[in-house]
């Protein structure tokens, strides 16, 4: 069982973090401050997918008031990963990158004249999840876990969106792994290495098909290298996938 008074000690730790990040990009408007809110906001909105999963209560409807502050972090965040992502490519010109960039800069000051909002709805979803935190038993836990790893089977033989949901699935449940009672960690029997390397590749297979989408269109030479490499890492992913059921346990 995943004791209310844990999951309530884990919850208030995971919403200072993101207010300490959220005060730290106000002021410096750096990159980092902004991946560990969203990682914060992340680990957060898996309990609520797992409370609602096992009680149906509020848990996931406290979560909303934080969507808008996540989603906008998101835009600039995506961004950040582009422009990275783009040094690859020798072929982008200097003009291609000042446009992201640009965009980059309207996307944080949106986020920036927010923030005000962000942390006032955000303490508010802080208290609601907080009273709504119970006692989660084992067994819907592990159910939880069965069903979820399913899914994840299921979407890893799939493409573009539905792959890169497979990754938030990956994501969701080696967060709550983390906290978890250490005999139910054992009993679930997770490979919790093999699930974080299929998720890192996903994740490198995202950003690349970000670079090809927001390249499509421009009549521009380096379109095909790009293409490549975005196969080249999606078959990293499928060979990752291959066997997934078996891969992802412990054996």
């Not at 730290?24 to 992340?42: I, M, Q, S, Y």
């Not at 969507?67 to 020798?90: I, P, S, T, Y």
């Not at 093999?194 to 490198?204: C, E, R, S, T, V």
């Not at 995202?206 to 030479?221: I, K, N």
Request: hydrophobic residues 40%; charged residues 35%.
């Amino acid at each position: 069982m995943l004791k209310g008074k844990k999951q309530r000690k884990y919850l208030a730790k995971k919403g200072r973090e993101w207010q300490d990040q959220l005060q730290l990009f106000g002021r410096d408007r750096k990159e980092e401050a902004l991946h560990d809110l969203r990682v914060a906001v992340k680990k957060i909105k898996a309990f609520t997918r797992l409370s609602k999963a096992c009680s149906g209560r509020a848990s996931a409807k406290d979560f909303r008031l934080l969507k808008k502050m996540f989603r906008q972090a998101g835009a600039v965040r995506d961004l950040g990963n582009l422009l990275g992502e783009l040094d690859h490519f020798h072929s982008v010109p200097q003009e291609f990158r000042q446009q992201k960039q640009l965009l980059q800069q309207t996307e944080t000051t949106v986020f920036i004249d927010n923030i005000g909002e962000y942390r006032k709805k955000g303490k508010k979803a802080g208290r609601r999840l907080l009273h709504d935190v119970h006692a989660i038993p084992a067994a819907c836990i592990r159910n939880w876990y069965a069903e979820q790893l399913v899914d994840i089977g299921v979407l890893l033989t799939a493409s573009g969106d539905r792959l890169h949901k497979a990754r938030k699935k990956i994501k969701e449940l080696l967060y709550v792994l983390k906290v978890l009672p250490s005999g139910l960690v054992e009993g679930l029997a997770l490979d919790a290495k093999y699930l974080n390397d299929l998720q890192d590749a996903i994740g490198k297979w995202h950003d690349t098909v970000m670079v090809v989408t927001s390249w499509a269109g421009t009549d521009r030479d380096g379109g095909l290298e790009m293409v490549r490499e975005c196969r080249e890492r999606e078959s990293a992913v499928r060979r990752l996938g291959d066997d997934f059921f078996l891969r992802a346990h412990v054996s």
